[in-house]
Nanobody
Framework: QVQLVESGGGSVQSGGSLRLHCVVSGNTYTSYSMGWFRQAPGKEREEVAHICNLGTRIVADSVKGRFTVSQDNARNTLYLQMNDLKPEDTAMYYC??????????????????WGQGTQVTVSS
């Protein structure tokens, strides 16, 4: 059973930084993608970034240049480094995993496993 546990969210002022973590257990796929999604109140869940364990990375245009996705396979951990945060980045951030690698944007329905989320709040 795949389990994902996020941490690292919090409250920061505009221009600040946070680093989200997602620890994965029970993953036995040899090829898989892990992603970060976010959902603000009243809005649809949207992809922030995803990474394939074989090396491909996709970052949404809305956060490109500010957010970086990475993974540490030895620690079974996915990271999202968020710099120059803006109030519009305020949302619940979710970690997700699916089998296989894809080379374009992905939708929430493309992912099979989800964490419980971690809240990020950015004040102006």
């Amino acid at each position: 059973q795949v389990q994902l546990v996020e941490s690292g969210g919090g409250s920061v002022q505009s221009g600040g930084s946070l680093r989200l973590h997602c620890v994965v257990s029970g993953n036995t796929y040899t090829s898989y993608s892990m992603g970060w999604f976010r959902q603000a109140p009243g809005k649809e869940r949207e992809e922030v970034a995803h990474i394939c364990n074989l090396g491909t990375r996709i970052v949404a245009d809305s956060v490109k240049g500010r957010f970086t996705v990475s993974q540490d396979n030895a620690r079974n951990t996915l990271y999202l480094q968020m710099n120059d945060l803006k109030p519009e980045d305020t949302a619940m951030y979710y970690c997700a995993l699916r089998s296989g690698c894809y080379y374009g944007p992905l939708r929430p329905t493309d992912f099979q496993y989800w964490g419980q989320g971690t809240q990020v709040t950015v004040s102006s």
